[in-house]
């Protein structure tokens, strides 16, 4: 009784539930603050306000106080009773002040507390169950009648009317208990896969930890090497416009120095003329017969011619840089940086395997599948439809439809070879299947000291001073792009051709002596 009349006291005058957040009004009397907020957003623009317990009037809008006590009275009081707050269900016999129910009998409708239920009938048709609010819910909508059996059928639940003259006779029936055990062991596999993919996703999430911390060691020593590129980068960068800025302005004063020594050699040609002049005019010929530098005054052939050259080179100069030139170079080394920014340092590489089934007769394949070389004894592949007949040609186990990829080869083996990425409809027994002289291709060359880029047997000669024995390719398949580098130090970019990728993309390699070994490639980013 105690525990009932702390509860009514602990009852909000307006929802008739425990209090949420309860708040006091200045008159003493407590509410929800919920309750009493929209109590007051009734009463708004009648002219005044009040409670709504005792009906003390307030002229403006009372401010709410939040009741601390009041709300660790209510808390304490519902963790001692987490049965009857948990449910909600009380006893029906219990009228005079609410007990909680422990169990609800579905055939009298009623939920009974352990006092009742001790003088509660007993007989089988009393089927008793949890508390429930809602009995209704557990037996049939058409027959009345409490549910005890499952139709597998129709994967409901019946009652006895439903198996017997309802529209689920001759079906397939178990007791509720069955079905619910099925239904258990089932969950119970379904918890186990679940438990199976969580572990599984434990063990993703600890190996990309343990990657991530990889990455972050190793991204020190990078982030020094990258620092003092840019370094050097800059202090290339800086170097070569100071030169251009001298060469600008020392044009101008290299005019101003030959128009300066043309004005001495001029003001010299005066004084001789001067002098020649007073000689010719003189009347005793021994003066004119001794003077010593006539011949000094008559030399002038050479410096005049030199003047000369100096003077149509002077002309000829246009005055001023190829600043378009330079703008064209700077801005395709700045492309280039860009470039190598994106598919460089996010990339990871990862193997590639050569095909052995697409390569030519001539061609020895390693049992890794990395070294490709040419052979002057048929290596006698077995006859298959992908196979290269007259072209020295392997191509790649895997192909490519999307994202950002690079592999790598060591081409040091051999001074005439070709290597690249093609369609896999590329022909494979006539026409032209060599990688790069077809429509389906796109190749990097060297034979002897030339180097070249051929896509639809079109040749962009290269320079010839490729200084390392690896060779990058990198693709980018969204943006349609295949670029080669040079693996010198540092990164040379040799060629870059664009274009829309319409099939897949395979590596190849095209080999005529010696022998060409994949070092890695091709991590998707």
């Known amino acids: 009784m105690a525990s009932a009349n702390l509860r009514a006291e602990l009852e909000c005058s307006v929802c008739l539930n425990i209090y949420t957040d309860p708040v006091m009004l200045r008159c003493g009397h407590n509410f929800c603050w919920p309750c009493i907020d929209r109590v007051l957003d009734t009463q708004e623009g009648s002219g005044g306000y009040s409670c709504p317990e005792c009906r003390e009037k307030f002229p403006d809008r009372p401010a709410l106080q939040r009741n601390i006590t009041l709300r660790n009275i209510v808390e304490n009081f519902l963790s001692a009773q987490p049965d009857q707050e948990e449910s909600g269900v009380f006893c029906t016999h219990c009228v005079d002040s609410p007990v909680p129910a422990i169990r609800s009998c579905l055939l009298c409708e009623v939920s009974l507390c352990d006092k009742h239920l001790i003088v509660h009938k007993r007989s089988p048709e009393h089927v008793l169950c949890d508390p429930s609010l809602s009995m209704e819910s557990r037996k049939c909508s058409v027959h009345k009648k409490i549910l005890e059996y499952y139709c597998t059928e129709d994967n409901t639940c019946i009652c006895v009317s439903c198996c017997m003259i309802g529209g689920h006779k001759r079906h397939e029936m178990e007791s509720l208990y069955e079905a619910s055990e099925k239904k258990k062991e089932t969950l119970r596999n379904v918890l186990q896969n679940l438990l199976t993919k969580r572990e599984e996703m434990e063990e993703r999430v600890q190996s990309l930890q343990e990657h991530r911390r990889k990455v972050e060691e190793k991204a020190s020593g990078d982030t020094e090497r990258v620092t003092a590129l840019f370094i050097d980068l800059r202090r290339r960068l800086e170097d070569l416009e100071k030169r251009i800025l001298r060469e600008i302005c020392g044009r101008a004063e290299r005019i101003s120095i030959s128009i300066r020594d043309l004005e001495i050699k001029k003001e010299e040609l005066s004084r001789k003329l001067r002098h020649i002049e007073e000689l010719r005019n003189m009347t005793d010929p021994l003066t004119v017969l001794q003077e010593s530098d006539t011949g000094d005054l008559c030399d002038t052939e050479d410096g005049d011619n030199e003047d000369r050259e100096r003077h149509e080179k002077l002309?000829?100069?246009?005055?001023?840089?190829?600043?378009?030139?330079?703008?064209?170079?700077?801005?395709?080394?700045?492309?280039?940086?860009?470039?190598?920014?994106?598919?460089?340092?996010?990339?990871?590489?990862?193997?590639?395997?050569?095909?052995?089934?697409?390569?030519?007769?001539?061609?020895?394949?390693?049992?890794?599948?990395?070294?490709?070389?040419?052979?002057?004894?048929?290596?006698?592949?077995?006859?298959?439809?992908?196979?290269?007949?007259?072209?020295?040609?392997?191509?790649?186990?895997?192909?490519?439809?999307?994202?950002?990829?690079?592999?790598?080869?060591?081409?040091?083996?051999?001074?005439?070879?070709?290597?690249?990425?093609?369609?896999?409809?590329?022909?494979?027994?006539?026409?032209?299947?060599?990688?790069?002289?077809?429509?389906?291709?796109?190749?990097?060359?060297?034979?002897?000291?030339?180097?070249?880029?051929?896509?639809?047997?079109?040749?962009?000669?290269?320079?010839?001073?490729?200084?390392?024995?690896?060779?990058?390719?990198?693709?980018?398949?969204?943006?349609?792009?295949?670029?080669?580098?040079?693996?010198?130090?540092?990164?040379?970019?040799?060629?870059?051709?664009?274009?829309?990728?319409?099939?897949?993309?395979?590596?190849?390699?095209?080999?005529?002596?010696?022998?060409?070994?994949?070092?890695?490639?091709?991590?998707?980013?």
Not at 418 to 440: L, T
Request: aromatic share 10%; with cysteine; charged share 20%.
């Open 315 to 525: 002309l000829h100069d246009g005055g001023g840089l190829d600043v378009d030139g330079i703008s064209h170079t700077l801005h395709t080394l700045s492309d280039i940086i860009t470039e190598v920014n994106v598919s460089f340092y996010i990339q990871g590489a990862a193997d590639i395997l050569l095909d052995v089934n697409t390569a030519n007769h001539n061609l020895h394949i390693s049992d890794d599948r990395k070294t490709v070389s040419r052979s002057d004894r048929n290596q006698n592949h077995p006859e298959t439809p992908e196979r290269f007949q007259y072209c020295y040609q392997v191509l790649s186990s895997r192909s490519f439809s999307s994202g950002r990829h690079y592999w790598e080869v060591d081409v040091g083996g051999s001074d005439w070879w070709g290597v690249g990425m093609c369609y896999p409809s590329i022909d494979r027994r006539g026409g032209q299947p060599q990688i790069g002289y077809n429509k389906k291709s796109w190749g990097l060359y060297r034979n002897g000291d030339q180097y070249s880029e051929i896509h639809n047997s079109k040749v962009i000669p290269l320079p010839p001073n490729i200084s390392s024995n690896r060779v990058r390719i990198d693709l980018d398949y969204e943006v349609g792009r295949i670029s080669f580098y040079d693996l010198c130090d540092p990164i040379r970019h040799l060629h870059t051709f664009t274009t829309t990728f319409t099939e897949p993309l395979h590596a190849g390699i095209w080999v005529w002596r010696g022998y060409i070994k994949l070092c890695g490639g091709n991590q998707e980013m």
